[in-house]
């Protein structure tokens, strides 16, 4: 976890979005974890994904 948004390939490879325990994609540029079917994108702060459905923010159509 060089930069401060980067996240462990091997974490990203075992964690699923919490409400429908679907894939998530890792955006670097946003340091988000995108929910495509819960239509969510998870923050990233300090490396550390923030998997609270509260705290995501809702994907534009």
Request: aromatic content about 4%; proline content about 10%.
């Amino acid at each position: 976890m060089s930069n401060g948004g980067d996240i462990d390939p091997k974490l990203l490879e075992i964690l699923v979005c919490p409400l429908t325990k679907g894939p998530l994609d890792y955006d670097r540029t946003a340091h988000e974890l995108i929910s495509r079917k819960a239509g969510l994108a998870y923050p990233v702060r300090d490396g550390i994904p923030i998997m609270l459905p509260d705290e995501a923010r809702r994907l534009e159509e």
